[in-house]
């Protein structure tokens, strides 16, 4: 079970670093090691940190758009 951790930067680069390379919630919660009531509780309470877990995923988005571009040409 995750533990409960301090919004520290080291935690919130694993996220960030997980959610660009696999765009999953899941996965970067279980890569920082934090639950996920503390992860959806920083979302809410922490405006820059949701851009930047926005940023993030639109990142991994961005790049299975150029993979599948590449795939048809």
Not at 12 to 29: F, P
């Amino acid at each position: 079970m995750a533990t409960s951790k301090k919004y520290t930067p080291a935690t919130i680069n694993t996220i960030l670093a997980a959610l660009s390379q696999t765009g999953s919630d899941r996965i970067a919660i279980a890569q920082a090691e934090i639950d996920r009531t503390t992860y959806y509780e920083w979302l809410r309470k922490n405006p820059e940190f949701a851009e930047k877990v926005k940023a993030a995923k639109q990142e991994y988005r961005d790049r299975l758009t150029s993979s599948d571009t590449r795939l048809i040409d």
